[in-house]
């Protein structure tokens, strides 16, 4: 017995999610919720020297942008509340102070597997995170876990 | 660090890390994360859970920061991170983060490594997947 | 002559794995004073890699690698040995819900042999399943040691392999490249091929072996916020 849902719903964009400007604030939070101590992330002077010639965020900074509530309407439940199963991310450049992201969003796959959690269906979400200048940042994708 | 001076079989860590509760709160509340399930014990009883939990994205977190200080301020740069929730972490325990330098692509100047977040039984909660790109020499 | 074969492993094959089988076979010549194995089976989930060819990376290592399957049942996981076009054709791996007894006894009469791993582990293990159905008929072997075992799971695995009297194997399970061979099985006789290990695996004449490291303890934190 597969999973039932509606094939057609693979692939489709279903929203862009309005931009969120990224502030040095964010960054300087996140990096405190971390205890991040790399001068690349943490220190505007020390950065202009880096790499990148200027402060960026962290690489996982990319993860915590989140769709808008609106999209979650269009993917299927399965089950009981999802948890979070893991996430492959894909940093293509770094996020700047000042940067606009907008999340550009679709269900990539859906599966079924069994687990210590019981019978899972996965629900792996697509979203591809792009700058100001329309450039992609980073594709995440995340793997939502639903128990039936 | 250069890509010529790395072998596969290198090691990153292990680094054994103190996540408190309310270090756990904070990294919930800067990302909007204010499910009971990352703030308080009780509401995570109510979802079935042993107590509260890291975000998974703290997970992430954690395990980013351990390849990216090993990177320090190199030049090179984490292009990919993968991860695995096996067994949910909860704060207030000592969690061994660890990795190894797995494969490489000298081609592309890219290796792959393995990572993971262990509790004091060595259980592996967290597992994951890096790729570090190194600039050209 | 002995062979060690880690039993359970999983490539990019398999869905939650990056492991690709070249960093494995290079990881266990790395490693091969603290993990000496002979070889891997890879058993890919829900599926059987049928039209893969490994020669050239056993020449390469100097070590076997073999195909099997591990599949999902109404009493856990099972890893499958011996996987032939007669047993492709009686069962679909990707249903999730085959009937146990009926993949056990089929695979044996089809030629292969299906072994119950990590029995330890809840929902997916067969100690929890004989808490509320009948135990399983002509078991021969069931997977003892598993590399991705939490506390406390491998240890249910031997008690319920004693009481049953269960030939045991064990296996990494790994699904990470520096995982690999942390567990195998150890035969007493010499194998080189999947028929060779199918034909072992129903003697009964292995044991499962554990190249785990024994890491140094850390200290639980002070149950500071106890109250």
Known sequence: MAVDYDPTLINKVFEVTDPVTVTPEMIQKFCQGLGETNPLFTDAEAAKKGPYGGLVAPPSFAVTFRNGRHFFQHVPRFGRAGFDAGKDAEFVQPIRPGDKVTLHSHVKEIYEKTGRSGTMVFVVVRSTLKNQNGEVVAHIDHRFMNRT | ?137 | MSTTLDLHCHSEASEDSRAPVEAYLNWITLRRAERPLDGIVLTEHRQFNRDADYRALEDKFGLMVLRASEVETNYGHVLVFGVNEDILARFDFANIRLDAQELIDEVARLGGIAVPCHPGRPNIGLCEHYLTKPALQNVVAVEMLNGGSRKGENERSEELIQRFGYAATGGSDSHLVSLIGLCATRFAAYINSIDGLVRELKTGSYEPVDFRPKRKPVARAVEAEAK
């Open chain 2, 1 to 137: 660090m250069k890509f010529e001076d790395l072998h596969i079989g290198d090691t990153l860590g292990p680094l054994e890390l103190f996540v408190s509760k309310d270090q756990t709160r904070a990294y919930a509340r800067s990302g909007g994360l204010d499910a009971p399930r990352f703030t308080d014990d009780e509401g995570a009883k109510k979802e079935g859970l042993p107590g509260m939990i890291l975000p998974g994205n703290m997970s992430l977190g954690l395990l980013a920061k351990l390849v990216t200080d090993w990177i320090g301020v190199s030049g090179a740069r984490m292009v990919r991170l993968g991860t695995t929730y096996r067994v949910p972490v909860q704060p207030d325990h000592t969690l061994t983060l660890s990795g190894f330098v797995t494969n490489a692509a000298p081609g592309e100047r890219i290796v792959e490594i393995d990572v993971w977040i262990e509790n004091e039984d060595a259980e592996r909660l967290v597992t994951g997947t890096a790729s570090v790109q190194f600039p050209s020499a």
